[in-house]
């Protein structure tokens, strides 16, 4: 069976709009959407530097929430999001071939237990690679409004998730608007499969505040594409002479 190449290409869909607004596009009017945009945090990394969306600028975010005395689901979605990392940045292989545009955040469901020295034993344990992925304490009440006010765990995972105490199994995609665009299993093959190419797609993904690299170089692509003619003509004529 053929499948059309506009549908097999699917990026990640949006999630929860703002508002709904009317805005003039081309001379037509069209209705648009503001999606919702991720509030600002500031929580401490496992390095004990204080960080937040702004030293995150630019970057597509892959995070959940965990806590360190966690006996169950914890360790394996780790484990998993640590095969993930290694996937995409691909820091086995010779030279640094680390993507900068990817980065992990590991959120503590438990601030009051998981201190910075916690923390560290966590990364340690699952060797994990400061530059690319935090895990993150800090002040409870901003962690759970994040899962559940701004990335709506309680509604994608309602049976595992209150308000009381976060668990929940789920990655959250969040493109470099701050804006989530899916949400995956941790513990499920199939979920961190199409997770992988929800990222693939999303750094794919036209960002319209970034200038185009075509930007600019039209007209000077345009004189080589003629040149390069030109230059075909002439060797054809050559060729056709020498056989004459």
Known sequence: MEVNSREAIMLPRHYYPD????TTKRGKKVIDTAWHRLADFSLQNQLGNQVGWSDLSGKIIVADFFFTRCPTICPG???NMKRLAETIHNGKRVGDRTNRDIHFLSFSIDPERDSLSRLQYWANRF??????WWLLTGDKKSIYSLAID????????????????????????????RQVRGYYNGLD?????????????????????????FEGKLMVMAISFLLAILGVFL??????????
């Open 19 to 22: 508002s709904v607004y009317q």
């Open 77 to 79: 979605m780790t484990q």
């Open 127 to 132: 060797q994990i690679n400061p530059e690319t």
């Open 150 to 177: 701004e990335m709506k765990l309680g509604v994608v995972d309602g049976e595992n998730v209150d308000t009381n105490f976060v668990h929940s199994n789920k990655f959250v995609l969040i493109d470099i608007n």
């Open 189 to 213: 093959p199939d979920d961190l499969s199409q997770l992988q190419r929800d990222i693939i797609l999303l750094t794919m993904e036209k960002n319209p505040n970034r200038r185009s690299f």
């Open 235 to 244: 060797l054809l004529t050559l060729l056709k002479k020498n056989k004459s």
